[in-house]
């Protein structure tokens, strides 16, 4: 599977922004997708994920009422809709799927894509 994650940039402090990941050549099924980041200097931390199949999501507490996951009907992209940004939320964000409801629930996953990097100004 190759995954590709898009979207990211400068922004003010205030904006929206979604991300996108594109997910191709798939040889198997999906059971979560899931968003995570690493700001400068920092640890890679979990963002938010969602199951493939009915939709169920779970995000970090952090951005729990600041974001929305989502996919296309085709599961060929993953979503990360981001809003009320602050300048603490600025990282390399990463995109990655996972097979198994483990990835889901223990927030592991096994395949990456490169991240993209946001910047929130103040």
């Known amino acids: 599977v190759q995954l590709q994650a898009s979207g990211g940039g400068l922004v003010q402090a205030g904006d929206s922004l979604r991300l996108s990941c594109a997910i191709s050549?798939?040889?198997?099924?999906?059971?979560?997708g899931g968003w995570f980041r690493q700001a400068p200097g920092k640890e890679r931390e979990f963002v938010g994920a969602?199951?493939?199949?009915?939709?169920?999501?779970d995000y970090a507490d952090s951005m729990k009422s600041r974001s929305t996951i989502s996919r296309d009907t085709g599961g060929t992209t993953l979503y990360l809709q981001m809003n009320d940004l602050k300048p603490e939320d600025t990282a390399v964000y990463y995109c990655?799927?996972?097979?198994?409801?483990?990835?889901?629930?223990?927030?592991?996953?096994?395949?990456w894509g490169p991240g993209t990097l946001v910047t929130v100004s103040s």
């Open positions: 050549e798939r040889t198997f099924i999906i059971y979560a």
């Open positions: 990655a799927v996972g097979r198994h409801a483990t990835n889901y629930y223990q927030r592991k996953y096994d395949y």
């Open positions: 969602i199951r493939w199949s009915g939709g169920m999501s």
